[in-house]
């Protein structure tokens, strides 16, 4: 049964199975105003991963991620390039999701924020009923966190510090305390607005989410995901939202927290000039290794971008792969070297049910592929099958699509060709099919078996 550490508890816990349902998980999705950077899909690509090992472990997961449409540093953008918000939003909405389907991260739902403007507006009135709420005249509605006892208790703390990620400027000289923050802001001449009970204006940053989570999962669910840059303020004013309109409690059972990611260990920023696209990184490495740097890393824990990284990445993918190509061969049926698949596989989902503990498991795959390049060639073609299915299935379950590439038949019927010049010693014959081959993007591995045509 899968453990995960649950933020909100500062311990590991069991995730049971509910009776008759799926699982509910909502995760922070991006503010649709410029071009990711990679730490944004680091977290997407492990919440991904840990979403296709939970149904690969039986769970039924609904995931849902919403797209923050409007925003301060929309809206600005919008007025220095003389555009409407919607036309930002909308570019770089649809740049995020062809980003998705590269990486082939999926996502059941995604949800704009001002798709469910009334369901605000309905969240904030009630929040304004019960007493939460006071204004700001020239400013708009604020939220009291004084009137929450317990406010903080995700984050352990009710101030800002230099790691927070901050979306909507909240400081206002008349707010009651200095965690007070927007929760209907009005809005300025020419800025995008809806009329509300609570007058003309538009949503804050945090009850944004809660309203959409409320619409689709009813007032408590069970997990809630995102960057552990939101922890503080943004997941802490969800709950006091959340807890404060509904009454009830727990807003969230599970709060789940991605790690940071940093490049050559200095924090990812424009004005370092470390700012890193995922296009960029797609110009040299594929998607695959790219969530194979994903899941070398613990989700929960930072990551450090690096070529080095990348390298590794890439190296582990090829190994996988080419052990897979070794397995696919034809071979006996029975042989005395036999690997015992089993305990791999018990160490492996061990290691991903420990808080998905992905480096962990990663280890056991490469522990047993070092055993398995012991004895590939006396291995019979029971237990190759055996082993080839164990590590093709786990992997194509999280998501890795290159774990099998075809040879064509022209490729194939030039590497026989070739075999057969080199058995008969036929040496410059079969160099310069070798060449060929090379030129077609394939490289050739002489084994006991016959020839290994690869991907160069």
């Known amino acids: 049964m899968l453990h995960i550490y649950n933020t909100i508890q500062r311990e590991k816990e069991e995730v049971k199975k509910p009776w008759f349902r799926s699982l509910k998980m909502f995760v922070c999705g991006p503010t649709v105003y410029s071009v990711p950077q990679i730490g944004n899909y680091r977290t997407f690509m492990a919440f991904d991963l840990l979403v296709r090992y939970m149904r690969y472990r039986g769970y039924k997961v609904t995931y849902i991620q919403n797209i923050t449409d409007i925003d301060d540093k929309i809206i600005k953008m919008a007025g220095d390039e003389n555009r409407s918000y919607q036309s930002i939003a909308r570019e770089f909405e649809q740049l995020y999701l062809e980003d998705l389907r590269i990486l082939k991260i999926h996502i059941d739902k995604q949800p704009r924020a001002t798709d469910y403007i009334p369901e605000i507006i309905a969240q904030a009135v009630k929040l304004k009923e019960k007493g939460f709420l006071y204004e700001i005249e020239g400013g708009g509605w604020y939220m009291d966190i004084s009137k929450i006892e317990d406010y903080g208790k995700l984050s352990k703390r009710n101030t800002l510090t230099s790691s927070d990620s901050i979306s909507r400027i909240d400081e206002h000289e008349k707010k009651r305390n200095t965690g007070d923050f927007v929760v209907w802001k009005y809005s300025k001449e ?122 590794t990445a890439k190296k582990n993918l090829g190994d996988i792969t080419v052990l897979l190509a070794k397995l696919r061969m034809n071979r006996p049926h029975h042989h005395n070297t036999k690997i015992d698949v089993k305990s791999f596989k018990r160490a492996f989902l061990k290691a991903l049910d420990d808080d998905f503990n992905s480096p962990a498991g990663l280890a056991v795959i490469f522990s047993m592929i070092n055993e398995v390049n012991k004895v590939i060639w006396d291995i019979g073609k029971d237990n190759a099958e055996e082993i080839y299915g164990f590590i093709y299935e786990s992997f194509s379950a999280l998501g890795f699509s290159s774990m099998y590439f075809p040879v064509p038949k022209n490729v194939m019927k030039l590497a026989l060709e070739r075999e057969l010049f080199r058995s008969n010693k036929q040496f410059t014959q079969s160099d310069d099919l070798r060449n060929k081959l090379e030129a077609l993007g394939y490289t050739i591995e002489d084994t006991p078996l016959g020839p290994l045509v690869l991907l160069s």
């Open 190 to 311: 020419g800025e995008p607005s809806w009329d509300s009970p609570l007058g003309t204006g538009r949503p804050g940053w945090h009850i944004e989410d809660t309203a959409i989570s409320e619409h689709f999962f009813g007032n408590q669910y069970d997990i809630h995901g995102g960057g552990s840059d939101l922890i503080f303020p943004h997941h802490e004013g969800e709950i006091a939202i959340a807890e404060s309109s509904s009454g009830k409690k727990p807003f969230v059972k599970y709060w789940l927290h991605a790690g940071m990611l940093t490049v050559d260990k200095e924090k990812m920023s424009k004005s370092l000039n470390n700012f890193v696209t995922l296009s960029q990184v797609l110009e040299n490495y594929s998607p695959d290794v790219f969530r194979m740097f994903v899941f070398s890393h613990h989700y929960r824990l930072p990551a450090d971008y690096t070529q080095d990284t990348l390298e």
